[in-house]
């Protein structure tokens, strides 16, 4: 029985608790074990042979497919409903798969002068998330409507959706909607100064 004790109370610790999906893939063994795993990778290779490796670690790629929380978005824009998170100042790195494949003819050319190392990769400039929702609604000449609602009453109305095992309206739907996915390009954009494509013309030509 599900009782108003159940689903109202939202406390300070709580809000606090409900953590974006970067926090979670930080503390998640999984992930850490992944990263050990390459690094694991990337000594012996060195070490053992005279070969140069590089792991790239891609921030979200735009292309024709779009999966993850970037497709979760565009998911949301399509159904044109307003954005109702602007109150979060939340911000995501995206990566062109354009760029990515510039990235790795960069590596592979012979006049490479990029050191081995592990590499974050994306596009160079962070973008607000509600930029990108007003950008992603303009595109589809629906009305950009972007609402300022008080977070705390946000994290109710999912957590109420927790309770009741809606399937969209959940905690863990906000958390794809809300999440701060930046990443630093700033070891690879030493090598490779410039991208041939920004995130305007990512949005332009994918989203």
Do not use: H
């Not at 050319?109 to 990769?121: G, R, T």
């Not at 905690?171 to 041939?196: A, C, F, G, M």
């Amino acid at each position: 029985m599900v009782t108003p004790i159940d689903i109202f109370p939202l406390t300070s610790q709580e809000i606090k608790n409900v953590s974006s999906e970067a926090k979670i893939l930080q503390d998640n063994v999984f992930a850490k074990l992944l990263v050990l795993f390459s690094l694991i990778i990337f000594f012996k290779v060195i070490f053992e042979t005279s070969k140069k490796v590089y792991i790239l670690r891609p921030a979200v790629v735009v292309g024709p497919e779009l999966k993850g929380n970037l497709k979760t978005l565009v998911n949301y824009v399509n159904f044109r409903l307003p954005w109702f998170f602007n109150s979060f100042n939340n911000s995501m790195t995206i990566l062109d798969l354009r760029n990515l494949s510039f990235i790795i003819k960069q590596i592979l050319s012979e006049e490479n002068k990029i050191p081995p190392d592990i590499y974050q990769i994306g596009n160079y400039q962070p973008i607000e998330v509600k930029n990108l929702i007003k950008s992603m609604q303009l595109k589809r000449r629906s009305k950009s409507c972007l609402l300022s609602i008080p977070k705390n009453f946000i994290y109710l109305i999912f957590k109420i959706g927790n309770v009741l095992n809606l399937p969209f309206l959940n905690l863990k739907t906000l958390d794809k909607l809300v999440l701060d996915s930046q990443v630093s390009t700033k070891k690879i954009s030493k090598y490779i100064p410039e991208l041939p494509f920004n995130n305007d013309e990512t949005i332009n030509k994918f989203l």
